[in-house]
Structures are given as C-alpha cells and as structure tokens.
C-alpha cells in the first residue's frame, strides 16, 4: 500500500489517532509503533485505550517491557520494548503468548527484539516535526488493511 502520511499539531491529534485506530481494532492484530525517545508512541497507545474505555493511567511498560489490558472485547497487550536484552528474556517471561487471534499488541521499539516478533498489521513511524509530529502508516497484511481503510478519511491526512 501507499503509506499514509499525517500530520499530528498536537498531542491532542496523536490521542485522537489512537482513538480512530480503536475504532477499527480487531482481535489478531500486532502493531508496531516505531520513533525515536518522545516521538508519542505511548500518548498513541494512551489515545487508543481511552477510546475503548480504559479510565485509568497508562504508562510505558519501561521495566516490565509490557502491560495488560483486559478490555470488554479482548486483551490488548502494550509493550515497550527499550530495555529489552536478548532472546531468552523473551522466552522465560512467555512474550510469544501475548500474540495470538484473540489479543491486540501494540509494540514500543520492536526493532529491539525483530528477529522474534512477527511481522506487524500495522506499522506507525512517528517523528518530530518543527510543528508536532509526522506519522507514517503502512498496512502489511490484508488485516492491517481493512482496519486502516475504515479508519475514513477523516483528519488531516496529506
Ligand atoms: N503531535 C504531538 N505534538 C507535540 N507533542 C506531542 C505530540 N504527540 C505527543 N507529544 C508529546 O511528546 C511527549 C512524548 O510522548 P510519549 O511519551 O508518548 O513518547 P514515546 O514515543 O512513547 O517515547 P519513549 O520512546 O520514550 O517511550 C509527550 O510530552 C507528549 O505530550
Ligand atoms: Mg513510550
């Protein structure tokens, strides 16, 4: 696909990316949410899980490299993998079983552990812009897909 580039003023529009990406959510999908320190990968993830009716704080799982969420139609799984280390982290604290069909993962620094996660729905690039931040999406699979095309063309996408 075509990426789709938008511009995000604010944290305001990066909540409210989050907020149109719930919409269109589905059991099964991994995102991958990619940019350097302070990008907004966590207000996105913070965006979405307000939209589906999580009232509490959400913070990056910065030590425990994930955090979930039972929500009303499935688990969704927020990991932030910084201070990831090596492959047998990831297997002696199971983070293979947090994806499956019936989970959402969005994934903070998924390219601290590539070689063991599969390949994401979605991919989200942030960056900063003198005036907010550029978001880059692109859909890998047909799943990915679907859920971006329902996203509309509401907001300002150029
Ligand atoms: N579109 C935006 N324009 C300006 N500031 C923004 C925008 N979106 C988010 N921010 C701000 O960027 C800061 C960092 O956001 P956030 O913690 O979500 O980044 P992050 O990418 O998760 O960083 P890290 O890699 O450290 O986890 C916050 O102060 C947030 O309010
Ligand atoms: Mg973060």
Redesign the pocket.
């Known amino acids: 696909m075509t990426p789709l580039t938008i511009h995000?003023?604010?944290?305001a529009?990066?909540l409210d990316l989050g907020a149109r990406l719930a919409a269109s959510l589905k059991p099964g999908l991994y995102i991958a949410l990619r940019?350097?320190?302070?990008?907004?990968?966590?207000?996105?993830v913070r965006g979405l899980l307000r939209a589906l009716g999580h009232h509490g704080a959400v913070k990056?799982p910065s030590y425990s490299l994930v955090e979930p969420y039972a929500l009303p139609g499935f688990e969704f799984n927020h990991f932030?993998l910084?201070r990831f280390r090596d492959d047998s982290e990831w297997h002696d604290s199971g983070f293979g079983d947090y994806f499956g069909p019936d989970s959402v993962c969005a994934v903070?620094?998924p390219e601290k552990a590539s070689a063991l996660l599969p390949d994401a729905d979605i991919d989200i690039a942030?960056t900063v812009e003198a005036d907010?931040?550029g978001a880059r999406i692109v859909a890998n699979t047909a799943a990915g897909q679907r859920c971006i095309t329902q996203w509309g063309t509401g907001g300002d996408a150029r």
């Open positions: 995000l003023n604010d944290e529009a990066t940019g350097d320190l302070g990008t907004g990968k966590t207000t996105l990056s932030d910084y903070e620094w942030l907010g931040r």
